[in-house]
């Protein structure tokens, strides 16, 4: 067994044991919905139910309901859709990256963090699905054989690039995601009375029986895993990012692109975890499991990424002004100086200087300024992707078609209706699925348990 | 005996085996027998219980539902015996000629399968064939379902026999019947009038919704004739215009734009140098090299200012304006003697005088003013028409015929032609329209459309041009000319009187053997034998002579005095006198100098806002205030906008707005229409007009309807009127390889220079890791062309068969649009209404930016130490006093197009012959190739424009008559796919088989694109680039040919021409 140093803080706090966390984790699967959780699923469906009827509308009358325009082609549409891939990033990260380098502390927030990729990017995928002008015709983006003379894709495209990297990214973060379901269904598989659920979560743990070889298989297939989802945290980021960095449009045709938007969305996907983790060990009682380190853990990965992201802001302005181009001189300091600099210096704050906040010790370690700088994170990085997207086009190189973009209801609409299916889809997760890898953390218990690492220090 | 012949199809078959048997057996099984079946012990189990019942029964009565519902037959049935000029697929052009009372042209009208879809120049005639906006058009109104189907009586139908009749009876008890028309051009009808006058002792008035008639009577005094001359701006080394927009609205200004476009070659002997001097911005504002900014008071001081240095008969300088300016013109004029052509836009009599003196001065009558081969447009008389308004009120007309009029909207005072007219016993009116006149007249007896009827039409004394008609009449409508001769008691129809005009021995068995006739009605012309012509003498009689004399006028003109705030009514180039006003597409033709769609509003200098705290910027969140304007008691409500180069201290509205004040019926798209596509109600559920008329504003003065005011009020109110522009910024921000302009003088000194090296013509060149001009080093001096610096593959176009492309001199264009209805109408571009403009979804292929100079630049701001944020900001505002660029933006179908890489679905691709392609059927939306285009020029379907409810009353394509102009050639596009201009590839494909056909090479200039053939000025030039001997190559080899934003890299087929002015530095 692992051993750890005792004067590391230790990850799960009091006095468990195996069937206490069991127990912890799967308790409220088996207990009835508390009223709390009623009423948020109410609210966020009543919200998804809104988008949906806004996404239904925009769909019988065309993309005319937003208001978008002949200068201004992308707006809400696509800034909505890589924030929510943005926010996709730190499932995978966690799960994967972290597996890698054996962060004991990611088996406290992996699975829920994994379940926010998935959804997160669930709905990043309807936004390139509804953007588009004939939605029926979607599927002509996959190189599929075809009766229309053979007509293939446009491997040029960075759009089609984008179609391969989303999918690939969700297929194995889904996967990912499973496999390390399963020993934990199993788990409540063996521990429920109810006949219906338990046949179904008996079919869910695909017949895990829990013997070694199981175990043996589940830890190889995690690495298997881990080293495939790796590039991808990489590589989905920096193909979105090529959507703009392979244009003319000044603003967009930046090389530094891939690895700003991949620290982008770590920091970005990693405020989000955040978000939802500190609402779900309150309300969840998840208290001992996921406390303050690992609040201080995930801000200091904000603060590098945020940081990163803070130094791409300054060298592409350095660079704007570096190259001598006219055009691209004037995008930023259009940007910062011109109709939509509110955006720009919304996204300067939220992203740069409130994080900063994080360099204080305490600051970090408080639970309520976290959760606040989490959400003032995630609102300046949506407002990152739209000064990126919109200041950009709306004054390109033709002065004659300089214009300007007004988000319309159904432009709002459709991004609230995406937070509350994301709201709802995760609030069925919360009820349902294990919310902890309450397998995995079993096997830190005795070694970064608080307890046992009291025990083991009277040992000395 | 029967033939008991066998034939074995094989050996198995002969000896039966039992193979064969078997094999029998399984391919023809034994019927079972009902009996059998039914003693099928196995049947009881088998049972169809209730519910499969059901189910059964459900997919029966829903199938037999599904089978019963039909889809609507839509039946193409062919010719049974096929017309011989008819080949489906095939179009035929018809000669033609278009007159409305405003605009005159020589036309070639295009149809398909017999529906007439688009009038293009007849250049075979000269200037007089090209086209302006309006004309080209006019197509749309055949088809314009507000159209009078049949004559009515007090709006209710009624057959032609009984309103003969009735009219007939009417005219015996007449006691003064008059016509009211138009200018007559047509020596027939002035035949059938004449006729009318003679049974009934009738009168006949003229009238025009723009008057000239100040022109006519300053001939009439000045040189013994009431004539209004030919101006031969080809001629014309300097022209001096005071306040007429001779490239825009003024007189013939399709005529006068080309002649002057032939003076303005910079690479030519000469180049004309035209000075303007007014108040509004008006287009050929925008084009003069030396534009004065005056207030419609002081035109006349001009003009008498002007004179005097000219003469050096007085003083040589009038107090209140900018002298300088004019000895400036006036020293150029008396260097071009009889090489110049002053004109005046003014229809005051005075200034007219003056002008004509001036003109007499310099000796340009003769050189480039023809008095001897007058034009007879605009016979109206303004004195003589108020007084027929007068006799009206007085009783003294009891029977009306108005034809081809609509004095009730255009007429100064409108509300005393309606109460007169209310007086006359039996009005007639052959309107079109039930319109604004016509629906308050007893009867209705529609014309036939222009399109549709047979016309003589004598511009000029030595010319008839022909009208024919190029489709049967859609409606129950009789030629106006055919009902008069009928109420004249001559039953004759009105193509065999015409005919007679010319044969008084024709009858109907010569209908197709005169074939000087025929020879006539193909050219669209015939030589005026001078038999025939129409009278202008009656007119001429009327006009006052008064003892008019030039010092009599000269004192006139330097006491008018003008108030705190002067109005100058002018047309706007789209809208003219506002007879199309139900003609959607010209409400979405941008206005070329605003570029403000479907609205009418005041135009006001910078200075006059601020000073009343009006809001400058029009854009789709900030809507300009509603000012009421007063003007004699009478008041209109209209947006006010800030125009640069509007004179501070005067203001400007536009004539042709306001048409439908009572809801008449003039077509859907005339009213004012919601964001949801409905039409706005008032209270009372009337429709809303377009904006307001200015019409009344006007007044008389000497006898002549002067369109100015010379005192008005201007009040802010606090509403604000939303108003769509399709251009929101108005500065080229010095990128001076988007515009590249230079002044005539530095543009000679580096003329023979080689193409690219020119100091107003530079070439953009890059920096590269290489030592190019060998000297040792690697620096900042080894530079590329960017043209020779390359990512991609060269596409092998160059040199290998076909290469479409296209030059546009920005010297030779005026902006005037004409191009811009040609595309949208040969393009079947979709018409998208008010509210989609104002989001900023116009959705034409082809636009023209018009720029404005800035008073401030980047070096400017370093001069001055002003930072470059600072002076970004400074240069987004255009100059009190700007200079003006148009520069007409299409797909530049780049050879290295942005927009096709980025597509995933390859739905834009690269034709082998340069186009940039866009397969519309491929598409699915992302947009992203309109993101990556420089140019901005690519267009989205955000609607399904054809079908959806917000385009109802805009969109001609949703009117089942309407449709009918749609071009067959080109696709409609359904919601959700990318558009933009094809280079009219379908005209290309066209061109490219008729050569087929022929078995020769496609020949230089067979090929046009619409807005090449469109454009009066010769600025667009289409042809092949590959093809050595063709114009276009010659031309983009030219040293001012560049392409827009060069530096990128993409490529462009289209090449612009550099911008010359005949401008000296100081004077701008």
């Known amino acids: 067994m692992q051993k750890e140093a005792a004067i590391r803080e230790p990850l799960i706090l ?387 078609s300089w214009g300007e973009f007004h988000a319309t209801f159904i432009d709002i609409g459709i991004f609230i209706g995406t937070i509350g299916i994301f709201g709802t889809l995760f609030l069925l997760f919360a009820r349902f699925f294990p919310v902890l890898a309450l397998n995995e953390l079993k096997s830190i218990l005795k070694s970064s348990g608080e307890n046992y690492k009291k025990l083991h220090h009277k040992d000395h | 005996m029967g033939n008991t012949k066998r034939y074995w199809s094989g050996l198995e078959e002969l000896k039966e085996t039992n193979d064969y048997k078997t094999t029998l057996e399984n391919e023809f099984p034994e019927e079972q027998t009902v009996d059998a079946f039914l003693a099928d012990e196995k049947l009881k189990d088998v049972n169809t219980g209730r519910r499969d019942f059901l189910k059964f029964m459900g997919f029966s009565i829903t199938a037999a539902t599904l089978a019963a519902c039909e889809t609507p037959v839509v039946k193409s049935i062919p010719y049974v015996n096929k017309p011989e000029e008819i080949t489906p697929g095939v179009a035929n052009y018809y000669a033609s000629t278009y007159y409305d009372g405003n605009d005159y042209a020589n036309v070639l009208v295009k149809t398909r399968e017999g529906r007439p879809i688009f009038i293009k120049p007849n250049r075979a005639l000269g200037a007089s064939g090209e086209l302006n906006p309006r004309i080209n058009s006019s197509v749309l109104g055949l088809y314009d379902a507000a159209r009078v189907e049949g004559p009515t009586k007090g709006g209710q139908a009624i057959d032609w026999a009984s309103a003969d009749d009735e009219i007939m009876k009417a005219l015996a008890a007449a006691q003064n019947p008059v016509i009211l028309s138009n200018t007559v051009l047509s020596p027939s009808k002035q035949r059938a009038i004449d006729m009318f006058k003679a049974k009934y002792n009738a009168g006949h008035v003229q009238y025009d919704s723009i008057s000239y008639s100040g022109l006519r009577e300053a001939h009439k005094a000045a040189m013994g004739k009431a004539i209004i001359p030919s101006f031969h701006f080809d001629k014309a080394k300097v022209v001096v215009s005071i306040a007429a927009d001779f490239q825009g609205s003024w007189l013939q200004s399709n005529v006068f734009s080309a002649d002057f476009a032939k003076t303005r070659v910079p690479e030519g002997k000469w180049m004309s140098k035209h000075f303007q001097f007014e108040s509004n911005l008006s287009l050929s504002g925008t084009n003069a090299d030396v534009r004065t900014m005056i207030k419609p008071s002081q035109e006349g001081k001009v003009a008498a200012a002007l004179y005097e240095i000219i003469t050096g008969a007085g003083a040589g300088a009038v107090e209140g304006i900018n002298n300088n300016a004019v000895a400036a013109a006036a020293q150029m004029l008396k260097a071009s003697r009889g090489e110049g052509i002053v004109v005046a836009g003014s229809n005051d009599p005075n200034i007219q005088m003056i002008v004509v003196e001036i003109n007499k001065a310099l000796g340009n009558y003769g050189a480039t003013i023809n008095a001897d081969r007058p034009i007879n447009l605009f016979q109206g008389n303004d004195a003589n028409f108020a007084g027929f308004v007068e006799s009206m009120n007085q009783g003294a007309v009891d029977f009306l015929i108005i034809d081809g009029v609509n004095p009730s909207y255009s007429y100064i005072d409108g509300a005393a032609f309606d109460a007169g007219l209310a007086k006359v016993k039996t009005s007639v009116a052959t309107s079109l329209y039930a319109d604004e006149t016509a629906s308050k007249a007893t009867y209705i007896t529609p014309d036939h459309h222009a399109l549709e009827s047979w016309n003589d039409l004598a511009m000029t004394n030595d010319r008839v041009d022909l009208v024919q008609p190029t489709i049967s009449p859609l409606f129950n409508s009789r030629a106006a000319g055919e009902s008069i001769l009928k109420w004249s008691g001559v039953e004759t129809d009105y193509y065999t009187f015409l005919r007679q005009t010319y044969n008084p021995a024709y009858t109907a068995a010569d209908m197709y053997t005169d074939a ?510 590959n093809d050595t001997k063709s114009t276009v190559q010659s031309i983009s080899k030219n040293n001012r040919a560049y392409h827009a934003l060069e530096e990128i890299g993409v490529q462009p087929n289209i090449f612009y021409m550099a911008k010359v002015r005949n401008t000296e530095e100081n004077e701008a």
């Not at chain 2, 919601?975 to 056909?997: H, P, T, Y």
Request: aromatic share 10%.
């Open chain 2, 516 to 1025: 000087a006739w025929n020879e006539a009605v193909q050219n669209g012309y015939k030589p005026n034998n001078a038999s025939v012509g129409v009278d202008t003498v009656e007119q001429e009689e009327a006009l006052p002579t008064g003892g008019m004399n030039i010092s009599a006028a000269l004192s006139a003109v330097k006491a008018i005095k003008g108030g705190q705030v002067e109005l100058a009514i002018y047309q706007k180039v789209g809208m003219g006198d506002g007879s199309q006003a139900g003609n959607p597409w010209l409400h979405e033709f941008p206005d070329p100098v605003t570029k403000v769609c479907w609205d009418n509003y005041v135009t006001m200098s910078r200075v006059d806002m601020e000073a009343m705290g009006l809001e400058m910027e029009v854009s789709q969140n900030v809507h300009p205030n509603v000012v009421n304007v007063t003007v004699n008691g009478k008041t209109v409500s209209l947006p006010a906008i800030m125009q640069p180069g509007q004179t501070p201290g005067t203001i400007g509205i536009a004539l042709g707005y306001g048409r439908g004040a009572n809801g008449e019926n003039i077509g859907k798209a005339a009213f004012q229409t919601a964001e949801n596509g409905t039409h706005i109600t008032k209270e009372d559920g009337s429709l809303v007009p377009i904006g307001a008329n200015a019409a009344p504003l006007a007044s008389m003065k000497n006898g002549a309807v002067v369109y100015a005011a010379l005192d008005v009020t201007v009040e802010a109110t606090a509403e604000h009127y939303p108003v769509a522009a399709t251009q929101m910024h108005h500065t080229y921000m010095g990128r001076e390889s988007v515009v590249k302009e230079t002044t005539f003088g530095a543009f000679k000194a580096e003329a023979g220079k080689k193409k690219g090296e020119a100091s107003w013509n530079k070439m953009p060149a890059l920096v590269v890791h290489e030592d190019l001009n060998g000297d040792g080093e690697i620096n900042a001096q080894d530079k590329k062309y960017t043209k020779e610096i390359d990512l991609w593959k060269e596409h092998p176009v160059e040199g290998v068969g076909h290469r479409w492309g296209m030059t546009i001199d920005l010297t030779a264009c005026t902006g005037c649009g004409s191009c811009v209805t040609a595309c949208h109408i040969e393009n079947n571009v979709p018409v998208v209404g008010k509210d989609e403009v104002l989001r900023h979804r116009d959705m034409h292929w082809m636009r023209i930016d018009r720029f404005y100079s800035s008073d401030w630049s980047l070096e400017r701001g370093e001069e001055e130490g002003v930072g470059t944020i600072e002076s970004y900001t400074r240069m987004e505002h255009p100059s009190d006093a700007p200079q003006t660029v148009h520069m007409p933006m299409m797909c530049q179908h780049c050879n290295h197009a942005p927009c096709e890489t980025v597509c995933p679905v390859a739905a834009t691709t690269h034709s082998n012959e340069g186009l940039n392609q866009m397969t519309y059927n491929r598409c699915i939306g992302t947009r992203y190739c309109a993101n990556n285009c420089p140019y901005k020029v690519r267009r989205f379907n955000w609607f399904n424009y054809q079908g959806y409810k917000k385009f109802q009353n805009t969109n001609p394509s949703q009117d089942t008559l309407a449709r009918m102009v749609l071009n067959p050639d080109v696709t409609v596009r359904s919601r959700g796919v990318m558009e933009k201009c094809s280079m009219c590839v379908q005209r290309i494909q066209g061109g490219k088989l008729e050569a087929k056909v022929a078995g020769t090479p496609v020949q230089d200039g067979a090929i046009q694109t619409a807005c090449a053939e469109a454009c009066a000025n010769g600025a667009i030039t289409f042809g092949d680039l």
């Open chain 1, 14 to 400: 009091g006095d468990k044991s195996y069937k206490d966390i069991t127990d912890d984790v799967v308790g409220p699967i088996e207990g009835k919905a508390p009223k709390a959780w009623k009423l948020m699923i109410t609210i966020t469906s009543i919200i998804a139910f809104y988008g949906v009827g806004c996404i239904t509308y925009l769909i019988a009358t065309g993309i005319g309901v937003w208001g978008l325009n002949k200068t201004v082609g992308w707006a809400w549409d696509i800034t909505n859709f890589v924030w929510w891939v943005g926010i996709g990033h730190a499932g995978t990260l966690i799960s994967a990256v972290l597996l890698l380098f054996r962060q004991k502390w990611r088996m406290a927030i992996n699975r829920s963090a994994e379940a926010m990729t998935i959804f997160a990017v669930i709905m990043a995928a309807v936004f390139p699905g509804i953007h588009m002008g004939r939605l029926w015709v979607s599927y002509w983006v996959l190189p599929l054989p075809n009766q229309f003379g053979s007509l293939w894709v446009n491997f040029n495209s960075p759009l089609l690039w984008d179609v391969f990297a989303i999918s690939t990214y969700f297929s194995v973060s889904l996967v990912f995601w499973y496999i390390g379901l399963i020993p934990d269904f199993a788990t409540i598989r063996d521990r429920m009375v109810k006949p219906l659920p338990k046949k179904i979560y008996a079919f869910l743990s695909f017949g895990w029986s829990g013997r070694a070889k199981n175990w043996t298989r589940f830890e190889e297939v995690s690495l298997v895993l881990a080293g495939i989802a790796t590039p991808l945290v990489f590589s989905v980021h920096s193909i979105v990012s090529m959507d703009f960095a392979t244009s003319v449009i000044p603003g967009w045709h930046t090389t530094i692109f891939p690895p700003y938007f991949v620290s982008g969305a770590v920091f970005s996907g990693f405020a989000m975890v955040l978000t939802l983790l500190l609402i779900m060990r309150k309300t969840m009682n998840l208290e001992n499991y996921i406390h303050v380190r690992h609040v201080e853990y995930m801000n200091i990965v904000i603060i590098v990424t945020g940081s990163i992201v803070g130094v791409a802001y300054l060298t592409e302005l350095f660079i704007s002004w570096y190259s001598g181009v006219e055009y691209k001189s004037y995008a930023f300091i259009n940007r910062f100086s011109g109709p939509y600099s509110w955006a720009y210096w919304i996204m300067m704050t939220c992203n740069v200087i409130t994080p900063q906040l994080f360099w204080f010790r305490k600051i970090r370690r408080n639970l309520l300024a976290t959760f606040v700088l989490s959400i003032i994170v995630n609102i300046g990085m949506w407002f990152e992707r739209y000064v990126i997207i919109v200041t950009s086009i709306h004054r390109d190189y033709d002065p004659s």
